[in-house]
């Protein structure tokens, strides 16, 4: 099975970035292969049997989408698990917690102007569902582990947020509990090309007018939070691979 990791910022694939050598397969992928591809860099590379394509998309929905879209068609990766940090929505969700998208839509997708609701274009939907057999395992990682990881609705937009009233409206229309830039267009993209796909997101701010504070304070911390978990996930895949034989 061919896996894919993504991020948007090189934090967030590579948050042990300036711990001893600069390493950038989240330390854990020892020998990788790096191959050029449409203006990106995408490092093929082994763990516990399993084939990993991990790269950084750059931020927002058009790169993160070029980059699963490409792991997908080009580099055939047969499920994509995103790692990175978001902003809460959600009051419960503090600083460093764990949560996993059930669902994600697009904020700032808007035709309201010809009656359509917020996050919807015709012959599409307002939400997206991630796979639910890589949340089952993500959950069995998380009890294993004592680990607690949220579940939610999380929404994506070309914006970072840092305005309560504006994350406030996002909660309200989308039932959203988190919020970041890329996440959507990358289910997007999966649900289209019929592979399971999973993101992952540690909190690294309120969405407030602390934001842009708190995002470079916390952006290293919970990206390690959350790609470490990823690793975690690996560990399982590799010895349940069949699993998505099962339910395709
Ligand atoms: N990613 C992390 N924090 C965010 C925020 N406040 N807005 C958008 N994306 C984010």
């Not at 840092?162 to 988190?178: M, Q, V």
């Not at 649900?191 to 007018?209: K, T």
């Amino acid at each position: 099975m061919k896996i894919a990791i993504m991020g948007a910022m090189i934090e967030e694939v590579d948050p042990f970035l300036d711990i001893g050598e600069h390493e950038p397969l989240l330390k854990y992928f020892k020998k990788h292969n790096d191959i050029e591809y449409g203006g990106n860099i995408y490092h093929e590379a082994k763990y516990k049997g399993l084939d990993i394509v991990l790269a950084y998309s750059k931020i927002g929905k058009v790169y993160a989408g070029l980059t699963a879209a490409t792991m997908i068609e080009h580099f055939g990766c047969d499920i994509l698990l995103f790692t990175g940090v978001a902003g809460a929505v959600n009051p419960k969700l503090k600083i460093g917690d764990l949560i996993t998208a059930t669902e994600l839509c697009q904020h700032d997708l808007d035709i309201t102007a010809f009656g359509h609701p917020h996050g919807y274009v015709p012959e599409g939907r307002v939400y997206t569902e991630a796979s639910r057999d890589l949340i089952r395992i993500a959950k069995k990682v998380a009890d294993e582990k004592g680990i607690e990881l949220k579940k939610g609705v999380i929404a994506t937009g070309d914006q970072f947020i840092a305005d309560s009233k504006r994350k406030e409206w996002i909660a309200k229309t989308f039932d959203a509990d988190a919020i970041e830039m890329e996440g959507a267009s990358v289910a997007v993209v999966c649900e289209a090309l019929d592979v399971p796909f999973f993101v992952l997101r540690a909190i690294s701010d309120a969405a407030d007018m602390d934001a842009a504070f708190d995002f470079d304070e916390f952006l290293k911390h919970s990206s390690q939070v959350s790609s470490s978990f990823i690793v975690a996930m690996l560990e399982k895949i590799s010895q349940n691979e069949d699993i998505f034989e099962e339910s395709k």
